[in-house]
Each structure stands twice: as C-alpha cells, then as structure tokens.
C-alpha cells in the first residue's frame, strides 16, 4: 500500500495568502495572528486527494476531441439566454446578489421544474428543509422529485453527491460551506476557496452542473477571495430595480456564451416570473411630453433593449455646478457636456446637470451617448422633443458621431414599438430604409442639433 503524505500550508485567514512556514504578521494584508495552519490534502501517486483528479498524459492539442458539449435547458427561456443557452455539463456557476434579490427563489423554481427530466439535487446551508418547502408550497412548485439535503460540510455533500449521481448540484451558499481539513470559520477566505475548490473539482471529473450561490459585499462585489471568480465557468449577478418589481440576471463572466447578457424577471407573489419583453416595461412614459426626455436602444447581450434617457438643467443655486448621473458614468457625463460647449455652442458651465436612465438600467455601452447629448439640450431650451423619435450613437470628442453595432437590429426594434423617427451615425442608417421609419443620419453633434 503506498504511503500516505500530508501536505500543509499557512494561510491567512482574512486575504488567502500563502506563506512556505508560520509567521505572526500577514505581510500582504498587515493583519496579526491570521496565518493559520491548513491541511492541504493527502497526496498520493498519480492524485491529490479531493481538489484534482487523476493525471493525464501529455496530449497533442490536434488530437483532443473539440465537439461541442450538449446543452440542456433550465426551464427557464431568460435563464437559458443569460447562461448562452443553457446548463453544459461539468459546468460550474456563480450566482451572486443582494440579500432578498431572489437567488434561492429563482433557483429553486429552476430545479423544480429541471428535476422532471433531470436529477437533482439541492443542498441548503442556510435554510433549515422546512423553510424551504414552505416557500415551495406558497409558490405551487412541483416538488415530487426534487431532492433535498441540508448540509455544510464539504465532505459529506460529496458523499451525498456520490450516492445520489445528480446532473445538477446546487450549493446555497459557499460562503456557509466548511472543509474539514481547514482551520477557519466558515465564510473565512481560506474555507470558501478550499471549499470552492473541492466542488469545483468533483463537478469536473463527474459531469455534474455545479451552481453556487455567493454572497455580495457593500460596494457590490462577490465576498471572498478573487479566486472563486478565477475557478468558476460563468458568473452570474442577480439585482432588483429601484422600484424593486423587477429583478436584473446579468452574465459578468461565461465560457460557454456571451457576456453581459441580460435576463429580466418580474417579482410576483408566485415568484419570479419572465418578462418576455423587456423594452415594453421600460417605456412606461406619461402622455404629456415633457422636455429632457428620449428614447435610445442598448444592445444588451444578443438583444435591443429601448430605454428612456431623461435630463433635467437648472440653474447653479450653490457655487460650484453639480453634474450628477444615476444609470451613467459620471465621467462620461462630463464628456458630453464638453462636447456639448465646445462643439454645439451651449453655456453650461453655470447649470446643474442631472440625467437619469428609467428602470434602474445601468447603461455599460456608449450608443446612449447621444441620446444623453441631446436630452440635455431638450431640457436646457425647454424644448420638447417627439414622443416617436429613438436616437443612438456615439459621441466622439471632435464632436463627431461614431456608428455603433447592431445599428439595423436597433431600429428595427424600435419599430416594433410604434417609433417612426430616429436620429443615428451616418454609419448606421441603412442604405435602403427602414419600412415604417423616417432614418436621419448625422455626422457630428451640429448635425443632430439641426435634425431637432
């Protein structure tokens, strides 16, 4: 029998850094008595016992077999979208978001309606079971074949794991989770990477869909250390609107699809339900116009999406203007503005700028330039701008009007909802028209101040 060899490490517990030998000051974070002793694992001949598998030889990359992993869907259409057509197996995924944003609600109704075709296999660190089957009840989930284990150590939810063979693992959280072999609170940067690591490795080797469920920090970013992000296939951000009727599934990152795709959700009292068409929830406008309001279209992941670019300017009342964006970067607003004065002639050096994007939309792409560039103007002059007018492109600091991608998706989208007049980059009007549509293409900002 070969013998067994115990390989350990110091690592400190608050930032994950990794010392040869014990020392009592943490140099990379200037913590003290955090370096803590963990076992690494037993090692032997060929395997590192629970985070690799067995090793492999050297392969020639013309010789791997490159056909592509079958999907299967999760039930839900926005999910599918999100994860770029749904579950691959050996997957592993990262869900993250507010406390109450809908994480174990929305994956419980996808395991739900998975385990008619699928098993499953859902373990709970957080809730105890009757929790859970409570809030199955309240929103008439089918829950006959859905199993269920209340857990947080590492080893015994690979043994379960092992007995069961489920094609879909779901962790809620890894933040809770605990490995024997590591001297730390759960929660503790050394436990969640360990942890992490340990599923990661046995979703690898066994097929399986792994998806975990993290917690969030106040400034918005995934608690723990980086490498959790680093290990996992896709990352997955769940948030809530301002108004909190809807919630938000965007793709950080994805190995299998498209990043910074877009799912939306509405938050019902049967839970959360798709919104099919999501620019019709965000065009709620008012039957009187009002000046500082416009409609531009985003391209969100494989889709458009119409949103309403509101501003409102007013004169400085304390000193010193205030340039304020909610939905925009503020540096991006400042450009505008010294586009705005330079190239379009406009004083706006003695005016409050606020603008806003409608929805709780964060707006990640530069299309909306000129829509935010041509609000501000509205709004300045007091003028109101046609309800059935869409504009967007970018806005270039000679002040020109750069195209954008997906320019003839974006109009085409825009009449679908009723839009017969647009403002776009020269570049993106279509050469033949767009049938229902009257297509303004300009060239520099001066351009598009004459067309209004």
Known sequence: MAKVKVKTGYVCSDCGATYPKWQGHCTACNAWSTVKEVRLGSERPGRRDGFAGASSPVTLLSSVDCTEESRFSSGSDEFDRVLGGGFVPGSVILMGGDPGAGKSTILLQTMCHAASAREVLYVSGEESLQQIAGR????????????????????????????????????????????????????????????????????????????????????????????????????????????????????????????????????????????????????????????????????????????????????????????????????????????????????LSDQDVFVNVVGGIRVLETSAD??????????????????????????????????VSNGEARLKEGVKHGFTRAIVPKGNAPKRGVPGMEVVGVASLAEALDAI
Not at 300 to 316: D, F, K
């Open 370 to 403: 000129l829509a935010v560039a041509l609000a501000i103007v509205s709004s300045l002059r007091n003028t109101v701008l046609p309800q059935d007018l869409l504009v967007f492109g970018e806005v270039g600091l000679s002040g020109e009007i750069r195209p």
């Open 136 to 347: 199955a009840k309240r929103l008439q989930l089918p829950v006959e074949r859905v199993k269920m284990l209340a857990e947080t150590s590492v080893e015994r939810v690979l043994e379960a794991a092992d007995a069961e063979r489920p094609e879909v693992l779901v962790i809620d959280s890894i933040q809770v989770m605990q490995s024997a072999g590591v001297d730390a609170a759960p929660g503790g940067v050394s436990q969640v990477r360990e942890s992490a690591a340990a599923l990661t490795c046995y979703a690898k080797t066994s097929g399986l869909v792994l998806i975990m469920v993290g917690h969030v920090t106040k400034d918005q970013s995934l608690a723990g250390p980086m490498t959790l992000s680093h290990m996992v296939d896709t990352q997955v951000m769940l948030s809530s609107t301002e108004d909190a009727r809807y919630r938000l599934m965007r793709t950080t990152k994805n190995r299998f699809g498209p990043v910074n795709e877009l799912g939306v959700f509405a938050m019902t009292e049967k839970g959360l339900r798709e919104v099919k068409n999501p620019s019709a929830i965000f065009l709620s406008r008012t039957d009187n116009a009002a000046p500082g309001s416009l409609i531009s279209v985003l391209w969100e992941g494989t889709r458009p999406l119409l949103v309403e670019i509101q501003s409102l300017v007013v004169s400085a009342q304390y000193g010193s203007p205030r340039r304020l964006g909610i939905g925009l970067d503020q540096n991006r607003i400042a450009m505008i503005l010294a586009v705005i004065t330079k190239h379009g002639g406009l004083v």
